[in-house]
C-alpha cells in the first residue's frame, strides 16, 4: 500500500488519517490518568486514529506494544518510558521499519538519540529542586537538624532518579537537611501509605515528607494520621504533580507546598506527531510549562485546575 505519511505506511485503511500508536506507561496516579485523557481527547480533536496500550507498568507490556505498533504499520509511536533503560533493542526495530518515535512524558538514557525523534515533557531534576528551594527558603534561619523521609517514584524512572537528583541539589549546601530514609511507594497511594507507616515505626523523629507525587502524599497522609500527628504541621508535607486531591489537601493544611508536573501533553503530542509524521523537523527537546504552588495559593487555584 502507498505510504499516507510519513514512512510508516497506512495502518489505518489508507483513509489519510494519521495513526498514532501510544504505549502508556499505565494507570497508577491521578497524574496518569489525566495524562491519558489528555492524549484521547487531543488526537479525537486532531483527527488522530489513536492506538492505545496501558502496560499496568510493566516495561516488557510497553516493548510488546510498541512491536504491535511495528507490526500494524502505524505512522508514529509513541510512549512514555516506564523505566529509563532497555530500550534500545525495540527502538531499533521501529527505526529499522522506518516508523519515528516520539518520547513523551519520561525520558531514556539510551547513548543512541537517533532512536527518537523528539522528547516532550517537564525537567525532573528542575521539579526536584523547586521542591528542595521551598525546604531551604522554609527553614531559612532556623538551625536545628531537619530530617526528612523521601517516597521516591518507580525504581529506575526518570522522574524518580531526576527528582530525587534535583532535591538533594538543592539541599546539599545546608547540612541541617538530612534525608534518614528513602524508599520507592512506585507513585501509587497504597504504596506510598504502606512505606510511610514503615518510616514512622522505625523514625524516632520526622520533620519533613518529600514524595515524588502527589498520590505517594497522599496515601502517606493517611499513615501519618493514623499515627495520630497531623501532616502538614508536625510533618510538613512536599510533593510534586499538582492534581486536585493534592490541592484540596493543601487547602486543608495537609500538604505544605505542591510542584506542578503538567500532564496535559496531548495537543502538543499531536502536533509533533504530525509534523514528524511528514518529516517535518521539530525541535529535539519540548519543555512544558508548569509553576509550584503552596498552601495560600490553593483555595483560590483549585476551582481552575484542570487535573
Ligand atoms: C511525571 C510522571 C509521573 C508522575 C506520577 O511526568 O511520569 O508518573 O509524577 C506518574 O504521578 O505516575
Redesign the pocket.
Known amino acids: 500500500t502507498a505510504c499516507s505519511t510519513g514512512g510508516g505506511g497506512s495502518a489505518g485503511g489508507g483513509d489519510g488519517r494519521l495513526v498514532l500508536g501510544f504505549a502508556q506507561?499505565g494507570a497508577?496516579?491521578?497524574?496518569?490518568t489525566a495524562n491519558t485523557k489528555s492524549v484521547r481527547e487531543s488526537a479525537e480533536e486532531a483527527g488522530v486514529t489513536l492506538k492505545f496500550s496501558d502496560a499496568q507498568q510493566k516495561q516488557e507490556n510497553q516493548i510488546k506494544a510498541i512491536r504491535s505498533f511495528i507490526q500494524q504499520r502505524v505512522d508514529v509511536i509513541a510512549f512514555?518510558p516506564v523505566v529509563e533503560s532497555g530500550w534500545d533493542t525495540v527502538l531499533k526495530e521501529a527505526k529499522n521499519a522506518k516508523i519515528p518515535v516520539v518520547l513523551t512524558?519520561?525520558a531514556i538514557d539510551s547513548k543512541d538519540t537517533s532512536l527518537y525523534t523528539t522528547f516532550l515533557?517537564?525537567d525532573?531534576v528542575e521539579e526536584g529542586k523547586k521542591a528542595g528551594d521551598w525546604l531551604t527558603e522554609e527553614y531559612k534561619g532556623k538551625d536545628g537538624t531537619v530530617n526528612i523521609v523521601e517516597l521516591q517514584?518507580?525504581t529506575g524512572?526518570a522522574?524518580a532518579n531526576d527528582r530525587r537528583a534535583g532535591f538533594a541539589q538543592a539541599v546539599k549546601g545546608d547540612p541541617k537537611f538530612k534525608v534518614v530514609a528513602s524508599q520507592t511507594g512506585d507513585?501509587t497511594r497504597a504504596k506510598g501509605k504502606e512505606v510511610m507507616q514503615a518510616f514512622l515505626k522505625s523514625q524516632p523523629d520526622i520533620d519533613v515528607l518529600y514524595a515524588?507525587?502527589?498520590?505517594m502524599a497522599l496515601g502517606a497522609i493517611q499513615a501519618i494520621e493514623e499515627a495520630g500527628k497531623k501532616p502538614g504541621t508536625d510533618i510538613k508535607v512536599i510533593s510534586?504533580?499538582g492534581i486536585k486531591d493534592a490541592f484540596q489537601a493543601m487547602a486543608d493544611g495537609k500538604i505544605n507546598v505542591v510542584v506542578e508536573?503538567n500532564?496535559l501533553l496531548g495537543d502538543q503530542l499531536m502536533d509533533l506527531a504530525k509534523k514528524v509524521s511528514k518529516g517535518e523537523s521539530v525541535p529535539a527537546r519540548v519543555k512544558v510549562d508548569e509553576g509550584v504552588f503552596t498552601q495560600d495559593q490553593a483555595a483560590a487555584a483549585l476551582p481552575d485546575r484542570k487535573y
Open positions: 506507561v497508577e496516579s491521578g497524574w496518569r512514555s512524558d519520561r515533557g517537564s525532573f517514584g518507580t524512572s522522574p507513585f515524588h507525587n502527589d498520590d510534586v504533580d508536573c500532564p
